[in-house]
Each structure stands twice: as structure tokens, then as C-alpha cells.
């Protein structure tokens, strides 16, 4: 009785929400962008950010942030360069690809040669790789010539041989490493720390390591010992010293020691995150509607069971804990305080949600209305936690906020044009 009352709320809802696009409709000289790059303030606006474009729609193909201050820009000649963040070029050199900077250096690759540069352009080695990794904890994986992986320090220097036929990146001073068809861990000498005897492995979180032997899994330590057997049909990594486990069609989870601590019993789980993992039990509302809890590490449960639906293609979501706040699916994307109380009502509020992503510095999220009577013309800003428009809905699409910059689309006359603007402080 409770899902049913449930499911005609949020009909109503949904009924609710037709009807207030259809009478708060903003016209569409609202959502026109001026020509000198500032918003134009919108009837809705409330806590407005003020804003300037850095790189307008149309003047590259692409825009992709780096890290490190810097912009890659795909040019009309289908290469890329690099810009700073007022719009500047920074570099002479172009690149056929570019991901972004970690631990100071940026991967790339020009005619099939991989090599990694610094922030200011210098490659780090006269070296080319077939195939790189980025840079975790010090070192990068690398592939030379002879399809065998090895690493690199972040002078370019070989401090691992290339003698592995795949490689995992360095997590918690280990890598998983592969030996023919077996996986095992090096240290960063790159001395065989825990022999290569696994199916799969998977890296190492909180002292501990996922592996698979034939179709079963267990855990291992730094050094090799097991916790537990590979007993388990699936597992998910530690997360604040429990791991997630299936049995068959069941769910629970062990603690470091890889006793079970609370009973295999839900039919799916998440991570612990803030003291609390989402737990789903399958049929649990009249009508065969399954149903998600938060529960505590004594599995007792924090936040009660609700159906947690998603409308027009969205996934059924709960989200971890950070900061005292989650994304959960409730028809639209919703958040949630550590009670189970809504922060941001995705049913209440004229934005859409679009992002899982909430900026604490700006207090924004990524999200969308409509603009038209039959709800198919979307436009899309920023919106604050508490449902305040941050960002007028003047885009064709918001990707996310990266610092103090936006990536934004705008439809141009030959398609989709990426942009970039500035949040004014």
C-alpha cells in the first residue's frame, strides 16, 4: 500500500512539474547570449554568477582541460594546441592527442609516437613509447617496441625493464603486473612481491587487493597472505574497512580480517562512504518493486527503503557520502542529507539535474530546463544545492565546472561548437 502511494505521488508529481514548465516557460529572448559574453539575467535569477567567455563556441572543435592551467584546443586542421586560461596559445607545438596533466606531466601523441611533456611544453625524453599509461605515485607504464610493458620516473628514465606482457598502474607502492596469463604484484624496485599466480587482480585500496582464481574471488594483503578464500562471486574493493561480497545471488560484507560482519542478504550493495553503503532487497513493495536502504556498519538501517526510480533514461542511482550529501534517483536526480531528508528536490525544482557532481566552491551543479510548451527544447546553467539558479539556462549543454572555468556546447551554424568561460570572483 505504501509503494502504491508512493508511485500516484509521484505521478502527481511529475503531473505538477508538465504543468509549472508549461506556465513558467522563459521565453526565448531570455536565453540569448549577448554579444560581449556577459549572461543576460533571466526573471529566476537569484545568487546569480557573474561570468565572461574565455573561448567562444565556433573558434575550436574541441576544448579539453588539462589540469596544470591549461586548455587543449582541436584545431580546423584536426590537431590540437594548447591554450592558457585567459586564451592564449602556450605552446608552438601540436599534438594528434593530449590527456590531461598528472603529477605535472601530460601524456601525448603525434603520428602513433607517444611521449609525455612538462607544463611547459619540454618533453621529459627523446624516447617514444607505442603505448603509455599516466603518471601514478612517481612512475608511468610504458610499451617501447616489443609489446612488453615496463616504468618509467618522471625524468624519463627506465627504472622498471620491459618485461611484462600487460601492467596496472602503481596504487599503495604495488603494481599489478602480467606474467604470460597470470597477474602478480612488483614493489617500486620492481622486485616480485607477490608472485604472478592470478587469473585477475585488482590494484590495491586500503591495504588490500581483489583477485580472482578460475571464477571465484578473495582478497589478499601486501604481502601475498590471503584474508580470505576465493570463495566469493563478486567483490568490490575496500571502502572504510569493508568490502562489499556476492555469493550466488546474495550480498553482505567483510572486514579487514575477511570475516563476514554483516549476513549475505541484500540482492545488491555499494561501498561504505561516511559511515553508510546502499543496500537493495528485490520485491520488497507490493507490486514486485525492488527497494534501497543506506544501512550503518552494525547493518542497521539509516535511511529507509523507497524505490529510488529514474525517468527518461536515467539510471537507478544511489550515490556515496561526501560531505554529508548524496545523489540518489528519485524520478529526477535528487540529494540527500545524511538523514534521508531532501536537500535538492529533483520533483520540486524547475532544473533538471544533469551532473552527479555538486562544486562545494561555487555551490553549482550542472542542469537543465525547458523552454518550450512541449518540454523537448532543453537549455542548460547551473543550479545551487538548495534549488537557487546559479548560472542562467542560456547553453545548449553545461559538461561540468573545472576550478573556475566552465565547458559548455552551443549549436553554431556548422553543428556543435565547444566553449569555455570564466566564473568571475
Known amino acids: 500500500m505504501a509503494c502504491e502511494m508512493r508511485k500516484r505521488a509521484k505521478k502527481i508529481f511529475m503531473f505538477i512539474m508538465i504543468i509549472l514548465c508549461w506556465f513558467c516557460n522563459v521565453s526565448?529572448?531570455?536565453l540569448d547570449i549577448s554579444e560581449c559574453g556577459h549572461p543576460v539575467v533571466s526573471q529566476y535569477t537569484d545568487g546569480e554568477l557573474e561570468w565572461t567567455w574565455v573561448v567562444k563556441p565556433g573558434e575550436y572543435e574541441e576544448c579539453l582541460f588539462l589540469g596544470e592551467g591549461y586548455i587543449a584546443v582541436k584545431k580546423k586542421?584536426?590537431?590540437y594546441g594548447i591554450i592558457d586560461q585567459s586564451g592564449k596559445p602556450v605552446f608552438p607545438d601540436e599534438y594528434d592527442e593530449i590527456e590531461e596533466y598528472c603529477e605535472g606531466l601530460a601524456r601525448v601523441c603525434n603520428r602513433e609516437k607517444v611521449f609525455f611533456i612538462d607544463r611547459?611544453?619540454?618533453?621529459i625524453a627523446d624516447r617514444n613509447y607505442q603505448d603509455a599509461h599516466h603518471f601514478h605515485e612517481g612512475k608511468a607504464a610504458v610499451m617501447p617496441d616489443k609489446e612488453l610493458w615496463?616504468?618509467?620516473n618522471s625524468r624519463?628514465?627506465?627504472v622498471i625493464g620491459c618485461r611484462f606482457c600487460a601492467v596496472n598502474d602503481f596504487s599503495e607502492g604495488l603494481a599489478a603486473v602480467q606474467i604470460k596469463d597470470q597477474w602478480g604484484f612488483i614493489n617500486e624496485k620492481g622486485e616480485m612481491i607477490i608472485p604472478c599466480r592470478y587469473d585477475e587482480v585488482r590494484n590495491f585500496k586500503e591495504g588490500f587487493a581483489a583477485v580472482r582464481w578460475k571464477e571465484q574471488w578473495g582478497f589478499i594483503d601486501r604481502n601475498g597472505k590471503m584474508i580470505t578464500t576465493v570463495q566469493f562471486d563478486e567483490v568490490r574493493d575496500f571502502s572504510e574497512s569493508y568490502a562489499a561480497v556476492r555469493q550466488e545471488e546474495q550480498w553482505g560484507f567483510i572486514d579487514c580480517e575477511g570475516r563476514t560482519v554483516i549476513a549475505l542478504m541484500y540482492d545488491a550493495a555499494g561501498d561504505f562512504s561516511e559511515g553508510k553503503a546502499a543496500v537493495k532487497i528485490n520485491d520488497y513493495f507490493e507490486g514486485c518493486i525492488d527497494a534501497w536502504a543506506y544501512i550503518d556498519q552494525n547493518n542497521k538501517v539509516v535511511i529507509d527503503y523507497d524505490s529510488y526510480t529514474a525517468s527518461e533514461g536515467r539510471m537507478e542511482y544511489l550515490g556515496s557520502f561526501r560531505?554529508?550529501?548524496a545523489f540518489v534517483s528519485d524520478v529526477f536526480y535528487s540529494i540527500i542529507d545524511e538523514k534521508g531528508r531532501y536537500i535538492f528536490d529533483g520533483q520540486a525544482s524547475q532544473f533538471i539535474i544533469s551532473s552527479l557532481e555538486y562544486n562545494e566552491k561555487y555551490d553549482a551543479i550542472p542542469g537543465y530546463i525547458?523552454?518550450?510548451d512541449a518540454m523537448k527544447i532543453k537549455k542548460y546553467g547551473l543550479v545551487g544545492l538548495h534549488g537557487i539558479q546559479r548560472l542562467a539556462p542560456v547553453f545548449d549543454?553545461?559538461?561540468g565546472i573545472f576550478d573556475n572555468y566552465v565547458l559548455v556546447s552551443q549549436k553554431t551554424y556548422s553543428g556543435w561548437g565547444y566553449g569555455v568561460i570564466e566564473i568571475v570572483e
Open 28 to 30: 526565448a529572448e531570455h
Open 77 to 79: 586542421n584536426g590537431r
Open 120 to 123: 611547459n611544453g619540454k618533453r
Open 150 to 152: 615496463g616504468f618509467i
Open 156 to 158: 624519463g628514465d627506465e
Open 323 to 325: 560531505n554529508g550529501i
Open 370 to 372: 525547458y523552454v518550450d
Open 397 to 399: 549543454y553545461v559538461h
